[in-house]
């Protein structure tokens, strides 16, 4: 562990289990959507239902996520961050049993609804933790190190859910989260204590929760780095939205097949997250943030300029997203950090907040991929190029707000 960490030494696992519960934490998201992405397909055939309709699945997972967010960094902030983290793990556990038994697409939706609820109690806790037991700068080392490590859910998550949508159904992949949420929540249980040692006996009344979201809101650094992260999460949602249709339904890319481009697609991600521990080291977060986002826009033009051009194959899909990812993996470690950095007693709330507007950014992206959905690639091109050109005007455009706080974690 740095040495800067902040608390005593036995008041944390060694550092090889802190960053493996941090992982398996923030792994409950993108398991959450990554293991059943090839069921997308199937599930309209075996409710009869339009492709619109079974985004739903997604859409209320991400608002419910997102808004959630708002409450439970600030829930972690006054109780601590071990009962909101458990908490969530039982919830999950209910509600990814309901998800399996579903008789409906309704009770489905409303499933993954419950689901989310606890998936964003320990993604948010596991943020939180990561700033109360670290500088800003080791955190977003730590939070890299755990992207690579988080990037086994959505590199192996699809192979595994295609399998088992072939051999089981797709309501295997909700068993398999249940069986993950068990694990991962006795792991915690036995191994994590408590690492909030401010808590704030305020956080949840109305004054003060006004008083920090008030705060928040009006810090020009926590938007120069939010909204750089919402765009570059956009791109990396259109792809996780609409793959599926596009390559098993557009491309003909079979069931079980389909794991293996998204996976690969994904390697791009895991690249990144490792290419920027390095760039962190030689030139810092905000640096390291405008390269990420160039990146990120040369994977996005040319993506676009292969849709016009005709190149309707997967291997144009999952190349041009490979590099896309790849540049999330820079950014997003970087754009968590920078975020919260500025608000050490409010780790909680900031955090929340940052994931809120993430996912307000990713919900209307998953509504509009299910409604433009057209038959072919460009729908999914068009709207992953516009993103990433944004994320690069962002990051540049939004560059001075950061100077402020530069130093302390660059």
């Given amino acids: 562990m740095p040495s800067t960490t902040k608390h005593r030494p036995g008041s944390l696992p060694s550092p090889g289990i802190l960053l493996g519960l941090i992982a398996a934490c923030m792994m409950m998201q993108p398991l959450s959507t990554d293991l059943y992405l090839a069921t997308l397909p199937h599930l309209a055939t075996y409710f009869d239902a339009s492709p619109a309709l079974v985004q739903q699945t997604l859409s209320s997972f991400v608002i419910a996520f997102g808004t959630a967010q708002l409450v439970v960094g600030p829930l972690s902030d006054r109780f601590g961050r071990r009962p909101v983290l458990l908490a969530g793990f039982a919830i999950y556990f209910v509600a990814s049993l309901a998800c399996a038994l579903a008789p409906t697409i309704g009770v489905l939706i409303a499933g993954r609804f419950a689901q989310a609820l606890g998936a964003c109690c320990t993604v948010l806790v596991a943020r939180a933790v990561v700033r109360d037991a670290y500088t800003p700068e080791d955190g977003a080392h730590i939070l890299a190190k755990a992207s690579?490590?988080?990037?086994?859910?959505?590199?192996?998550?699809?192979?595994?859910?295609?399998?088992?949508?072939?051999?089981?159904?797709?309501?295997?992949?909700?068993?398999?989260?249940?069986?993950?949420?068990?694990?991962?929540?006795?792991?915690?249980?036995?191994?994590?204590?408590?690492?909030?040692?401010?808590?704030?006996?305020?956080?949840?009344?109305?004054?003060?929760?006004?008083?920090?979201?008030?705060?928040?809101?009006?810090?020009?650094?926590?938007?120069?780095?939010?909204?750089?992260?919402?765009?570059?999460?956009?791109?990396?949602?259109?792809?996780?939205?609409?793959?599926?249709?596009?390559?098993i339904r557009v491309l003909g890319v079979p069931t079980q097949h389909y794991g293996y481009c998204f996976a690969f697609g994904v390697t791009g991600y895991l690249s990144g997250t490792m290419l920027c521990r390095r760039l962190l080291a030689r030139v810092g977060v905000q640096r390291a943030l405008r390269i990420g986002a160039t990146i990120a826009a040369i994977g996005g033009t040319t993506f676009a300029a292969l849709a016009v051009a005709g190149f309707d194959h997967w291997t144009t899909v999952i190349g041009a997203m490979f590099v896309v990812l790849m540049a999330h993996g820079i950014v997003f470690p970087c754009v968590q950090a920078g975020a919260v950095a500025p608000f050490a007693r409010q780790a909680g709330a900031a955090s929340g907040f940052l994931g809120f507007v993430v996912m307000a950014c990713a919900f209307p992206i998953g509504a509009w991929v299910g409604a433009s959905h057209d038959g072919t690639i460009r729908p999914l091109a068009f709207t992953v190029a516009a993103l990433c050109l944004t994320l690069l005007a962002s990051a540049i455009g939004l560059a001075r707000f950061r100077g402020r706080i530069g130093a302390s974690i660059a």
């Fill in 148 to 247: 690579s490590v988080l990037s086994a859910a959505p590199l192996l998550g699809p192979i595994l859910g295609s399998w088992l949508q072939v051999a089981f159904g797709w309501r295997a992949a909700f068993v398999a989260l249940t069986a993950y949420s068990v694990a991962a929540g006795f792991a915690v249980w036995k191994l994590l204590g408590e690492t909030n040692n401010h808590r704030d006996p305020h956080a949840t009344h109305p004054a003060g929760l006004a008083r920090n979201y008030g705060g928040i809101l009006r810090s020009s650094v926590f938007w120069s780095y939010a909204i750089p992260g919402a765009l570059s999460y956009g791109a990396l949602f259109t792809f996780i939205s609409g793959s599926s249709f596009v390559l």
